[in-house]
């Protein structure tokens, strides 16, 4: 049901194709500081992140996500690599806040794996990680959507492979929200016609 509601916004909020693309390497490279991630502000749509990571390459990303919005899924579009697996774990706030040796479930708000590989579980191209994560064994938790707030990514793999990577970050407004911009619409409509009607972790 939630699908079906998600798919509906999108097509008829034509405001959706504003929607951020972060692409590795033409836009830079992701950060392998867990301090300083890149900072990649979400808008309402399917937010795209193209990266590649291997052993040593570990990626932060931080997603802000502005008032009135919220993050309904992350679905992986594809993977381009020999290796089937990677690691992804997320933490709310700007910054990941533990390096990863020091990392362990109770730090994190979800973690998992994603790819093609057994590992990968439900995380597969063309599905939704994100509940995955945050049901993932004694992490914190969380339950999608995710409020406005702001949330930061750690991915890598360990492999010796090349591996890329591209996901979807979908963000669609609060259902309070959603309800206003349908009545701005209307209110828009309205006034059109009034014109015209006068004239005018394996790394865990």
Do not use: K
């Not at 300083?36 to 808008?43: C, E, L, Q």
């Not at 399917?46 to 932060?60: K, P, R, S, V």
């Not at 700007?94 to 998992?112: D, E, I, Q, R």
């Not at 993932?136 to 707030?149: E, K």
Request: proline share 6%.
């Amino acid at each position: 049901m939630r699908r079906l509601w998600l798919a509906s916004i999108l097509v008829a909020l034509p405001v959706a194709a504003t929607a951020s693309t972060f692409t590795e390497p033409g836009d830079g490279e992701l950060s392998g500081d867990r301090l300083v991630p890149t900072s990649f502000v979400a808008a309402l749509g399917a937010n795209t992140l193209i990266g590649t990571t291997i052993a040593g390459d570990l990626e932060y990303v931080h997603i802000s996500l502005p008032s009135g919005y919220e993050l309904a899924s992350l679905i992986l579009n594809s993977v381009t690599s020999a290796d089937d697996v990677a690691f992804i774990a997320l933490q709310q706030g700007t910054t990941f806040s533990v390096a990863p040796a020091g990392a362990t479930p109770g730090v994190l708000l979800g973690y998992g794996h994603f790819g093609t590989g057994p590992l990968a579980g439900g995380a597969t191209p063309g599905n939704d990680m994100l509940d995955d994560l945050c049901t993932a064994a004694d992490a914190i938790g969380c339950l999608p959507p995710l409020g406005a707030s702001d949330y930061t990514f750690w991915i890598q793999q360990t492999g010796a492979q090349s591996y890329g990577y591209s996901l979807n970050f979908v963000v669609i407004p609060e259902p309070g929200s959603f309800v206003l911009l349908g009545l701005g619409v209307l209110g828009v409509v309205g006034w059109r016609r009034l014109r015209v009607d006068r004239g005018a972790i394996s790394t865990i």
